[in-house]
């Protein structure tokens, strides 16, 4: 069904609930990952490097789940060591009224990451068949037609270069409802809920429908979907950051040419040096 | 092969050649067609008006042709008439080293026309497949691969609300010829001259060949190609008007709903104008 980083084979049914969102894959606790945490993070510095001084390929990693599920969280976590010169988050928010106006791709395309550049999105084109759907703005045939769009979007993406991964965060109900508590008994924490998302809270069993169909339908070889178990916060960043190294390894980035023409403007440089 | 507007049926081989580029349909000259001409712009103008008003629908014209084929000056002459304020023009140039850093679609897509909007695009994602492939930086699968993204793209579109039009303006190259020469001759419109257009010049069957290429491939029912004989300008333009009014006329464009509510407004306002 999925290896250990839970990517998805393309084209089989999904079941959310063939997956434990509190899974840690038999790690105890976060103490018995942090070495190899801090490993992969400088891993991945020095990956974004690379893949930054190349400026051949870039990277999209697209960012879904249940509100409360840490979207926020593991962008910061997993990307703040990073050089920010070459990364972009873009939250997804509600559409503007220009954005409405024009085909559901149009926002998301115009902040795609050019070649070098690592976007993280926080949500995406993915509400587009899914809140949408679960509100009847989007009815089942249109939100598989959308799909099929999104595959062909992904799959322009990857041919120019741009490597997808998505990320669906997997938490079980219970911990949403424990999260959403604590956003309201801890002041310091309000400004993080929306009441609106006690609204979105009753239609969880819909919700997790449609993001099966949309995992079933959307994952393919080149655009993985990886499902991580999520209630627990430091297993879950630390599948994310494997996920992460992992995609940019397989990119094969290659080191910066040496310009061995450069050799012959030395000499002019030490003379330079050497009269002080 | 085609309807007397030069349309294209989907998936039948092209073949350029069949096309007079001096043809005018037995019309003897401008005079004979000035009067529907006068027509069809008003027509177009008030189907705009309602494009604009209606907001839920948006057209998008794509114009490709040899160099001197007139892109400008239909662009110029076929959309003077309209309200600026809902039509945009785009002329595609060489891409920018940022436009270049994304996938070739990225440019064109954010500036596709929202609801309620007529573009123009004068050059277009098409060059993708014509420039680039003449001069070798794209091979002919690579052309072909990024004719089924751009096919993609269109139905995107079309999907959510954009009609799209392509016209192809069909020169000879004794046209050409003489446009070129006229350039150089005249100070006045030396500024039009590019002297890279006598080198691209060169390329004109190689350019024939991967255009009957792009029209076959890319002409489908709801995205159709036209083939306009552009030999004329006065023909030209004429055929163009045609096909707008007709794309625009197909859209069964509604007028804008009454709201008898308002009707409840009046007795105040009456009251104050006979106070005076």
Known sequence: MSNSLGMLT????????????????????KEEIQQETDQLKERFAELQSKLFTEKKQAVLFVFQGMDCSGKDGVIRHVFSNLNPAGVTVHSFKSPTAEELSHDFLW?????????????????????????TRVHGQVSDKLAKRNIKHIKHFEQLLLDCGVKVVKIFLHISKQFQLEKLIDR???????????????????????????YEDVLELSATKQAPWYVVPSDNRWYRDYTVLRIAVQTL????????????????????????????
């Not at 393309?10 to 606790?29: C, E, F, M």
């Not at 609106?196 to 969880?204: A, N, P, T």
């Open 10 to 29: 393309p084209g089989k049914k999904v079941s959310l609930k063939d997956w434990d969102p509190k899974d840690t894959q038999d790690i105890k606790n």
């Open 107 to 131: 926002r998301a395309h115009s902040v795609t990451p050019g070649r070098g550049y690592i976007a993280a999105f926080n949500r995406s084109y993915y509400e587009d068949v899914l809140i």
């Open 184 to 210: 309201i008994e801890k002041p310091h924490k309000n400004w993080k809920l929306d009441p609106s998302d006690l609204q979105e809270r009753k239609f969880w069993k819909q919700y997790t429908q449609y």
């Open 249 to 276: 390894e397989e990119m094969k980035l290659s080191d910066p040419d040496p310009r061995p023409e450069l050799q012959s403007l030395l000499p002019e440089l030490y003379k330079e040096r050497d009269k002080k």
